[in-house]
Nanobody
């Protein structure tokens, strides 16, 4: 059973940095796709960045390109999201996700990949 646990969310000033972590169990992060999504209050969940774990290929949303960096630590079975130069519009709950596991209620698509395994989320608040 795939389990994802996010951590690292906090409240920061605009221009600050945070690193989010996603600890994974029931799934080995050396293959397939993982991603970070976020959901702002009152808005739909949106994809932030995805990674093809076997090759390290990444795809970023335009809004975070150049500011956010996704990475993985295979030894720790953990995925990270380094977020620099944070803006108030980056505020939201951040979720990590693994490809697969889709049902009618839980599936999100990012760059053509369908993600259905989710963590509980970690809150990021950026103040101006």
């Amino acid at each position: 059973q795939v389990q994802l646990v996010e951590s690292g969310g906090d409240s920061v000033q605009a221009g600050g940095s945070l690193r989010l972590s996603c600890e994974v169990s029931g799934f080995t992060i050396t293959s397939d796709y993982m991603a970070w999504f976020r959901q702002a209050p009152g808005k739909a969940r949106e994809g932030v960045v995805s990674i093809y774990l076997a090759g390290g290929y990444t795809a970023y949303a335009d809004s975070v390109q150049g500011r956010f960096t996704i990475s993985q630590d295979n030894a720790k079975n953990t995925m990270y999201l380094q977020m620099n130069n944070l803006k108030p519009e980056d505020t939201g709950t951040y979720y990590c996700a693994v490809r697969g596991g889709c049902t009618d209620e839980n599936c999100e698509t990012f760059y053509g990949v369908r993600f259905g395994y989710w963590g509980q989320g970690t809150q990021v608040t950026v103040s101006s």
